[in-house]
């Protein structure tokens, strides 16, 4: 271990025995503190010093030691203890300071204490540029000038008038600047006073407002409607109502990202699931109802990327090229023009959402196809289109028999198509026959519906199906556990001709009195004439294999056929006949 | 027959400060009260 000591070297003031004396006091001192940092105050007694003197040398050398101390105050400090004088000095050789934190500026009291609010001086009031008041005595100016004096002389144009040239000189008769004397004794004219009439101004007839006491919720909400939703500031989706300017704007990036979200999961989804999965807004957040409001909104403009297909409670945005809901075994133009008959029956008034609960048998084309028609019932089960041009609106089937849950759309109808429901092609497969019955009840959701079957015990029997390979209809055994409306089950002992059939071809589907006549024919129940009869029942679920019939819309062919080909059978109850080549 | 409810330029305006001040959207039946709040 190296260690190697360090020197001061301090110049001692005083006379040189009192240099000594200090130096030898300060040697003692250092000692004491020798394992003391530098600057750390070392004390000792002045008593110890004196014996400590008198010991090494003598008293009269330990009576100078005052002496010695005040003649170098920059070496030594001297304190008082306890009574008692105390020699302080340091390892350095400096008179000890008084050592403590400095706290009068701290940077934890600054912002403790923040500095007052610089006084911002008065805006001056700015002068407001007002119309000079010369000009609120224009019309007086003008009012001896009549109309009539304002006539101009066609002949006397001004403007096709030659402009003759002044060519004299101007003579001024005054000189143009007089000398102007102090003491000339100035001369106020006095002009006369008029009276300036005020500014004229132009009153807006104001509309009074409107008592809305006694209006009704409807009405007013009608009013609300063609006021604000035609005025370019407001916002509006549905029932709800926004300042345009408040309303959240998207990027190309985020209706990007809408869109493919939506491609990814290759089905529609909800504005809920669009704020929360792609934009990454949690429901509790106070922004989420805002937000979803933009989504609807934003997207609503977006006519060529996004297709509202939701309703007020469950509000659904598709793409164009997602896959399209339910069977592909038929296209829902196909299916549309099937249905026309339902523009006529639905042209009489039903409200939507009036009843809580609809059943119906499914027929054949139904169960094949997977769908439900949109008629009279249904319509006044389901909700309006939200928006003024929806085509269709996804919703939710769920099945608590079977705890599945399906995602149908329903295809509103057009002037020249009916509408429907496509997507229970599973669910009837799974669960139905043809002719089983169900029920469609609604919940405070006006998006989902509950699908219930009436369950039956295992019932057999060989039933109609239409096998899709060789495209032929065929009887096979078939077991199944839901309640059906016997009329519309197509088994094998009413219909034993249909065995081996093939579907009518597409001219002879198109026209509904020809599937009526194929049909008395499949029948095959010859009358005494040469033709053929059959039951209303038989013929309604027989006809509804080919192309839906609603009871109505078969009785009116039946009964007001133009050719003359259907009658009613005299002898029969409820029963038709046809006498084949009469129809076109 | 009913004659046919129109909004006035004053409730237009009415309920065009009541959007104004609305943080979330409103819908038409608030619309709906808050033109009759102001009536009485």
């Known amino acids: ?584 | 027959m009913p004659t046919q409810v129109q909004l006035s330029d004053d409730d237009v305006t009415f309920l065009l400060s009541v959007l104004r001040n609305a943080t979330t959207p409103v819908t038409t039946q608030q619309l709906i009260d808050a033109l009759r709040n102001r009536a009485r």
């Open chain 1, 1 to 584: 271990m190296l260690s190697m000591e360090q020197t001061t070297n301090i110049a001692f003031a005083g006379s040189v025995e009192e240099q000594r004396i200090a130096s030898a006091i300060f040697a003692v001192m250092r000692a004491q503190g020798r394992f003391m940092s530098s600057d750390s105050t070392i004390r000792v007694s002045a008593e110890s010093l004196r014996a400590y003197l008198t010991d090494v040398e003598s008293a009269d050398v330990a009576a100078q030691l005052d002496n010695a101390i005040n003649a170098n105050p920059a070496v030594f400090g001297v304190s008082e203890l306890g009574g008692q004088q105390i020699i302080e000095t340091t390892r350095g050789g400096r008179s000890p300071r008084v050592m403590g934190l400095d706290v009068s500026h701290s940077f934890t009291k600054r912002f403790m204490t923040p500095l007052p609010k610089p006084e911002v001086p008065e805006r001056p009031v700015r002068e407001r540029p007002r119309v000079d008041p010369s000009w609120a005595t224009l019309d007086q100016l003008l009012a001896p000038l009549d109309a009539d004096d304002l006539d101009f002389d066609s002949e006397s144009d001004p403007i096709s008038a030659p402009i003759e040239l002044i060519e004299e000189p101007m003579v001024f008769d005054a000189p143009i600047i007089e000398a102007i004397t102090p003491d000339a004794p100035v001369v106020e004219e006095e002009f006369p006073v008029v009276d300036v009439a005020p500014a004229r101004t132009i009153t807006v007839p104001v509309a009074p407002q409107n008592d809305v006491a006694g209006v009704d919720d409807i009405d007013l909400a009608n009013a609300i409607s063609d006021r604000l939703v035609a005025d370019s500031r407001v916002a509006n989706f549905g029932d709800q109502w926004m300042l345009e300017d408040q309303v959240p704007r998207f990027s190309r990036g985020d209706l990007r990202r809408l869109k493919d979200y939506i491609q990814e999961q290759e089905q529609p989804l909800t504005d809920d699931v669009l704020v929360q999965d792609v934009l990454g807004i949690r429901p509790t957040t106070p922004d989420f109802g805002l937000m979803r409001f933009a989504v609807n909104f934003r997207l609503s403009r977006e006519h060529r990327e996004f297709d509202f297909v939701g309703t007020t409670n469950q509000r659904f945005w598709s793409t164009s090229n997602l896959p399209q809901i339910g069977t592909t075994r038929r296209k829902p133009n196909e299916i549309g023009s099937d249905y026309r008959y339902l523009t006529d029956e639905l042209s009489e008034p039903a409200a939507y959402r009036s009843v809580t609960s609809v059943d119906h048998v499914v027929s054949f084309y139904e169960y094949y196809l997977g769908l439900l028609p949109y008629d009279g019932d249904l319509k006044s089960l389901l909700p309006a289109p939200l928006l003024p041009n929806q085509r269709s609106a996804v919703l939710t089937f769920e099945t608590p028999q079977s705890y599945t849950t399906y995602l149908v759309e329903l295809r509103y109808p057009t002037p020249n198509r009916g509408g429907f429901i496509l997507g229970l092609d599973d669910f009837f497969t799974e669960n139905l026959v043809p002719g089983a019955l169900i029920t469609i009840k609604r919940t405070e959701n006006d998006g989902h519906y509950l699908v219930e079957f009436l369950t039956a015990g295992n019932q057999s029997g060989r039933l109609l199906e239409l096998e899709d390979r060789r495209q032929r209809y065929v009887f096979r055994p078939t077991t199944y556990a839901c309640g059906v409306e016997d009329s519309y089950l197509l088994t094998e002992e009413r219909f034993p001709n249909f065995g081996s059939e093939k579907p009518l071809d597409e001219k002879i589907r198109r026209r509904p009195e020809s599937v009526v006549a194929a049909t008395f024919e499949r029948l095959g129940h010859k009358s005494d004439t040469q033709g053929f009869w059959a039951t209303f029942a038989d013929l309604m679920a027989a006809v509804n294999i080919e192309r839906p019939f609603s009871d109505r819309y078969l009785r009116s062919i039946l009964e007001n056929d133009e050719t003359g080909a259907f009658a009613r059978d005299p002898d029969g109850s409820d029963a038709y006949t046809y006498v084949p080549g009469t129809t076109p």
